[in-house]
């Protein structure tokens, strides 16, 4: 079987060159092992920039940190925001601590919508502690952690549950003192409570007040209020949000209302003025009959309806009935004062000569003067 020749920039498909991992996000765990590194890289010149600088390295900026323990008066559960989160790692070193670091094991990861969660039940943070004496002290629990997704893979929630811790003497120094009871008794005391200085405690509980004093810190470095005038506006606009009408404005309300009974008068008034336009019309033919009649027109049937003030009353209607008192209309005269007797027309004899009388009537005694004046008589108003 003859052997492939040697090729230096051939590889095997079965090599290890061949093959290449599939691209994927820094693992979460190696993260923790890059904040260890930049703990360690801390120094005693190292100020509040610095600590600012590895938050928002590590951190979210909605991030928010939780420590769980069991004190001598009960359990505790602090919790911190992403603003006070590096001024907690600062205080452990300003309790005597000189080294940080934390150390996983057999930690579980689970990936949901866009956070990793690491789970690590055996998690243990290690403290080097300089003062009041050399001391390790070893402070094991369960560390959970979330994720962001993405490339900076920063740590949006952080949750550790402290169960136990034990502090660590070295021989050497026991040996030392072997001889002085006092300072044996002294290196017998514990130096942490549940593995957290009293520098730490303390900031802790601090943190209780200075978390909900947040906003107004905010608006006093925004603005430069005091802080009476910063509490005074925050408390007006939490009253503001708490006396806030429900979604929905009620002018919008208002307006719809106005709207709609302005809708519902439009045909009314559209069927008041077919109405008017009808009784316009109609007595408009009736003149044009009558002038067409006649040989001559009196001065009233130039008389324009239109451009006087004139009210036109509607016939009223009653359906399923008679008419009764409540259906009775009053009707008003009105009287045209610009008709002037002067003109050549009477009155009386308006009346007596009306078409719709007839020539025939009984009391229709006085006979016209001439025939010229029939046709003008004829074309008399009618009476309204």
């Not at 866009?114 to 390790?136: E, N």
């Not at 324009?304 to 008003?332: A, C, H, K, N, Y």
Request: glycine share 4%; hydrophobic share 30%; aromatic share 10%.
């Amino acid at each position: 079987m003859s052997s492939t020749p040697h090729d230096p920039f051939y590889s095997s498909p079965f090599g290890p060159f061949y093959r290449r991992h599939t691209p994927y996000m820094v693992q979460p765990e190696y993260r923790i092992y890059e904040m260890n590194k930049r703990l360690q890289s801390r120094t005693e010149e190292s100020d509040n920039l610095w600590w600012d600088a590895f938050a928002t390295e590590f951190f979210e900026d909605d991030a928010t940190l939780t420590l769980s323990f069991c004190l001598e008066d009960g359990p505790k559960r602090y919790t911190i925001g992403r603003t006070l989160i590096p001024r907690y790692f600062s205080t452990v070193f300003e309790g005597g601590v000189t080294d940080l670091y934390y150390i996983l094991k057999h930690s579980k990861e689970s990936f949901q919508n866009s956070s990793i969660t690491v789970d690590c039940d055996q998690c243990t943070m290690v403290t080097q502690h300089g003062k009041p004496m050399f001391t390790k002290v070893c402070t094991e629990g369960r560390l959970i952690l979330e994720f962001t997704f993405d490339d900076l893979m920063r740590i949006k929630a952080w949750h550790f549950t402290i169960r136990q811790y034990r502090e660590l003497v070295p021989r050497s120094i026991l040996a030392m003192h072997a001889q002085d009871p006092r300072v044996l008794e002294q290196l017998s005391k514990n130096i942490t409570r549940m593995g957290l200085t009293n520098f730490t405690l303390n900031y802790l509980r601090l943190c209780v007040i200075l978390e909900p004093m947040q906003e107004l810190m905010s608006r006093h470095k925004t603005y430069n209020l005091g802080p009476r005038d910063c509490l005074k506006t925050c408390l007006f606009q939490k009253w503001q949000r708490m006396v806030a009408p429900p979604a929905g404005h009620p002018q919008n309300f208002k307006m719809e209302i106005f709207t709609t009974n302005h809708k519902k008068a439009e045909p009314t008034r559209q069927t008041t003025t077919k109405r008017r336009k009808r009784k316009n019309s109609a007595s408009s033919a009736s003149n044009s009959s009558l002038g067409n009649n006649s040989k001559k027109r009196s001065p009233a049937s130039n008389f324009s309806l239109s451009s006087q003030d004139v009210m036109v009353v509607g016939e009223p209607t009653l359906m399923g009935g008679e008419f009764g008192d409540e259906d009775e209309r009053l009707i008003t005269r009105l009287e045209n004062t610009q008709y002037d007797a002067a003109n050549g027309i009477d009155d009386e004899e308006d009346f007596n000569n009306s078409p719709a009388l007839g020539n025939n009537i009984p009391w229709n005694s006085k006979p016209p003067n001439n025939q010229d004046s029939k046709p003008e008589n004829t074309a008399a108003q009618p009476s309204q």
